[in-house]
């Protein structure tokens, strides 16, 4: 490889070690062309997964800030490039893993933290992003029907007692007018008796 190339090469990681959320690192040692495909595939869109020379990349990181990696470029190696969510790169190695034990995840790093292998593993069994916002969310939205219930109860008392009142007063006008009316003819009755 000219050295115009390697500097190339050099230069890309570091743009991709930069612009990735996390950098899983795997030996595919035993792994076909047809099984690395497929692998691509089960990670998905958001991730790039690239065979990469140790030496280049290893320059490549440092020019990127990414450090303590140094130890896990041995062997043949591969880089998970992960633009989404890390958890579901993760799960996508550690499934592909299972099916297939020559691939080999050695490590990675994350939002700029280094993390070993088990650390990826343990990442792999964390619930995604999205879903564990969806469980936020439910509960939010359960803490604030209950919010609601609390609040709503002393209001839908006060209109209970507002009615009840109402009511009460309703039943005690006609009451109040039937008393009237015999008082006002009673009045007539003492100017009638005084009359005779």
Known sequence: ??????TAAVAE?????????????TEYRGLTVSQLTELRRALGTGTRY???????????????????????????TAVAFVSGDPVVAAKGLRDFA?????????????????LSAEEIRKLADVESREVLLAKLAGAMKG????????????LSQVARLAEALREQRAS??????????PAAEGETEPAAVAAE
């Open 1 to 6: 490889m000219a050295k115009a190339e390697k």
């Open 13 to 25: 990681i570091a743009e991709d070690f930069r612009s990735s959320t996390a950098a899983v690192l």
């Open 50 to 76: 690239a065979v990469v020379k140790n030496t280049l990349t290893k320059i490549a990181a440092n020019q990127a800030g990414v450090t303590g990696l140094d130890e896990l470029f041995v062997g043949p």
């Open 98 to 114: 299972k099916a297939n034990p020559a691939l080999v995840v050695k490590g990675g790093v994350v939002e700029g933290r280094p």
């Open 143 to 154: 803490s604030l029907s209950g919010a609601v219930g609390l609040f709503a109860a002393p």
């Open 172 to 181: 005690e006008a006609p009451a109040v007018e039937t008393e009237a009316a």
